[in-house]
């Protein structure tokens, strides 16, 4: 069986991939335990040299990567090309540390001396959003194969060509096709496969809450070490004290970036009542200043939503909350074949909106003034997410009272939204388990061996 893709720009169909059943998944997993003898007894610093190398392949390769990624994603060419830089550098990161993993010593005691040897895991297993398909294949494939295991990737349906492109970046780097296998397909067959399947060690899984609540129970919870990045509605807070034209440009790139589908976009913004007025005049200006259309034209800033399932759940979820709401600007499908929203911007919602309470995953932006910070605090908190959050502010105390009382794996200040490799990434409350990124996401993927030698 196949499966069609298509450009969100136009709907048409731009190739088709294979989907693996679920046999094939185990035979294919079967063959990454064969390889991991291999790789897992490479020196970190041979391994490591695989990811620089890709690194390079991959930013001599950007323009046509990142012309892949916008025609099966929707994004603005600028963003793709971004994000396969972001690509090549977390390769260049997990490069720069394959070699520094250790473990501890203890000192010498009655018993002898003991210390500590971390050894990869075996066979781990990565299943990929749309959304920024590249980079989070990166996060999953770099701390991986870096510490030596060999990793089974399930792109997601409707954007799998920029993951084979980044597969083959890899193996002409030198890496064995043993090491990474790439199976493509539908989520309900293959994605599955992957997670069910007994043989995996490690599973790390981005995408929604209720597929990450699917997965966590299909998985052996006594063997399998889970990963899940399951989303937010992340607050954004903006101070009467903030810098409000810095503000505005935050709030524009935080929710409009990747037509708003990225699981840290700002979902929800909270602004002081003694700037709100000024703040949203130049929030309207500045969205409606946006180019929308086709990410592979120059000049394009806001791109089409990636699928139909999504164009449909935001147009519903905006109906649903504006018939007691004031939208500034928005609210409507664009005309055309492609799957364009137009960018909006609505006030006024009930405090039970679904625009409050759900992760959007459009460029829309629900706005809500607060008198005292720690009503925002509140309202930023109301959520079951946890994942990013960012206050707007040049006042110390408003930033630590954000610092210490937002439920949040992230926080920024006086910025959103950007997550360099050496930087831990993940959630709190609903929004996961564990961390990518940085380097905590090698840990995940090592287990730690003590050793007592007695005299
Ligand atoms: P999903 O969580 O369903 O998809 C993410 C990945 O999981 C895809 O590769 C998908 O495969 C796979 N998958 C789906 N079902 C299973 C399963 N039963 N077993 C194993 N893997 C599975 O998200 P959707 O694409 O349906 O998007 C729905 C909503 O989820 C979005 O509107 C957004 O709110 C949220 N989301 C959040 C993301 C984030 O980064 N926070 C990323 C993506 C979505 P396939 O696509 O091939 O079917």
């Known amino acids: 069986m196949t499966i069609d893709v298509f450009n969100p720009a136009n709907n048409e169909k731009i190739g088709e991939v294979k989907e693996f059943t679920e046999d094939e998944v185990g035979s294919t997993i079967e063959r990454l335990q064969n390889g991991f003898s291999e790789w897992s007894k490479r020196k970190p610093s041979s391994r490591g040299m695989v990811l620089y190398k890709a690194a390079e392949i991959i930013r001599a390769d950007q323009d046509r990567l990142a012309m892949i990624l916008t025609s099966e994603q929707g994004k603005p060419y600028f963003e793709a090309r971004n994000e396969i830089q972001g690509v090549a550098a977390v390769f260049e990161f997990y490069a720069s540390i394959a070699g520094t993993i250790c473990g501890h010593t203890t000192p010498k005691s ?88 007994r043989n995996i060690r490690h599973l790390s899984f981005t995408g929604s809450v209720d597929t990450g609540e699917r997965i966590s129970k299909m998985i052996d919870p006594g063997k399998v070490r889970l990963t899940l990045e399951l989303g937010g509605s992340d607050p954004m ?6 810098d409000i034209d810095k503000a505005v440009a935050g709030a524009v790139t935080g929710r409009f970036y990747n037509c708003g589908q990225i699981c840290t976009a700002v979902k929800r913004l909270y602004v002081a009542d003694e700037v709100a007025d000024r703040f949203i005049d130049k929030l309207k200006t500045a969205t409606e200043q946006l180019r929308i259309g086709d990410g592979a034209i120059e000049g394009t800033n806001l791109g089409p939503l990636n699928n139909i399932k999504g164009l449909n759940s935001i147009k519903k979820i905006v109906e649903d909350s504006s018939s007691s709401a004031k939208v500034i600007t928005g609210a409507k499908k664009l005309d055309g ?114 050793v007592i030698i007695s005299p």
């Open 110 to 197: 009655d018993y002898g001396y003991a210390f500590t040897s971390k050894f990869p895991i075996g066979v781990c297993g990565a299943i990929i959003p749309w959304n920024v398909p590249a980079l989070i294949m990166a996060w999953k494939v770099g701390p991986a194969i870096a510490s030596g295991n060999t990793i089974i990737v399930k792109p997601a349906e409707t954007t799998p060509f920029t993951n084979m492109g980044i597969a083959e970046a890899l193996y002409s780097a030198g890496l064995p096709e043993d090491v990474l296998a790439l199976v493509t397909g539908s989520g309900s067959i293959t994605g599955a496969a992957i997670a069910k399947n």
């Open 237 to 242: 807070i903006v101070c009467k004290d903030a």
């Open 337 to 450: 074949p492609g799957n364009f929203y137009a960018p909006t911007l609505i006030t006024d919602l009930e405090s039970d909106s679904r625009l409050l309470t759900e992760e959007v995953f459009g460029p829309v932006l629900p706005i809500v003034r607060f008198e005292k910070l720690e009503e925002a605090i509140e309202m930023a908190n109301s959520t079951r997410f946890g994942l990013g959050a960012s206050i707007w502010t040049n006042d110390m105390r408003n930033a630590s009272k954000a610092i210490d009382k937002i439920r949040s794996g992230i926080l920024w200040v006086n910025r959103h939204s950007r997550i360099p490799p050496e930087v831990p990434f993940g959630g709190d409350k609903n929004s996961g388990i564990g961390r990518e990124n940085g380097l905590n996401a090698l840990e995940q993927y090592l287990v730690e061996k003590t």
